[in-house]
DNA sequence: ACCTGAACACCGTTCAAGT
DNA sequence: ACCTGAACACCGTTCAAGT
């Protein structure tokens, strides 16, 4: 009675997996997030997705890294309509990031667990690496722009990263009241200008 | 054979659940958290923690609320035996919240994990509101002693505890790698230093 | 190559019943 | 008041077997 013939089920079960375990974990919670209800969601047999991810971790991992690759991509597109000044690169960045954060709470929970598999983490590690990268570029740019205070990359990285990262994991947590959200994030965006800036030029 | 007589079970099971469930959290990760595996190793029947814990959440959230009491205290000790000055007090809060969190990662997952009870969430969040009210009286007496600049107390204790939080939670994370750690804390304090400077007086 | 069905050992939760 | 034992509905994982 179908007029095409269905492939194998419907195609691709592991991106099928993929999709529709993010919907439930952004819905109900890492908890309720079961292998078998996926697959029966998805009309397979519940030993099916094993076929895709050894295990139930191999799934949440590949979902991590899914999410970084959607947060890089996201965070770059932001900066290429940015406009060229420290300020605005950072604000952008900023906005970006705590944009994603609110938007897929439950997924940047994942990201930044605590644990993964062994395997997985290298990948993992590699993902959030390139959100360094990307950090780097955007110092050492506006170090060369005279915005920026001098000296080795990672003194400046690393605490603008620890701040955003800080400041998006609060306010997706129960800690930040989510009214005064996007002026407390504004800021912490002129905090941490303040904390780059150049030392004062000797006035005379 | 017993030559005291056993009471109940062994006292006070609420405790021993949560000084259990805590090592195993720690131990082996918050996946192989299980109420079964509690009671078995306490000596006591599957049913017995329902006793105590309406929920595996409740315990869960439990346990947050004791990590934040916990937390709360050590910071609070560190600033008594820190100097005046607000780079001394700010440099032990900073060691001492990044501390707790290395030796205790899993905890501090719990304790700024997004979803909670609605009802456990509301003294986890005055919990974690004690330390907000922790770092405000930080910057009031450093705005008071003129070692941080002027300007509504959010403006300045949000975008720390975003660095501090931040920070903390990276290292704790695949994200940073553990041998620079030390030194990165070091940076991140003396970035966080630089953006609360009072600005420079008028030069004449 | 990809999926099924049955099986195994384990959960969390509830509820009558015991002391 | 506190705990037990049985029961229920659910897991994740494995493995022979099917197509």
Redesign the interface.
Known sequence: MQTRPRRYHHGDLRAALLTRAEETLEEK?P?ALSLRELARDLGVSHAAPSRHFKDK?ALLDALALAGFERLLATLTASQETAGESFADRLGALARTYVGFATAN??LL?LM?????DPEA?EA??KA??SMGGLAAELITQAQRRGEVREGPL???A??????????A??A?????PSA?LDR?LE??I???L??C?PD?PA?R
């Open positions: 919670g908890g971790q709470a439950e929970d930044f667990a605590v644990k993964h983490s993992l590690v959030s690496q990672e003194t400046i690393i605490p603008i990263f620890s701040t955003l990262n800080g400041f994991r609060l997706v947590s129960v800690t930040l005064t407390d800021h912490v002129a905090h941490t303040r904390g800036a004062s006035p």
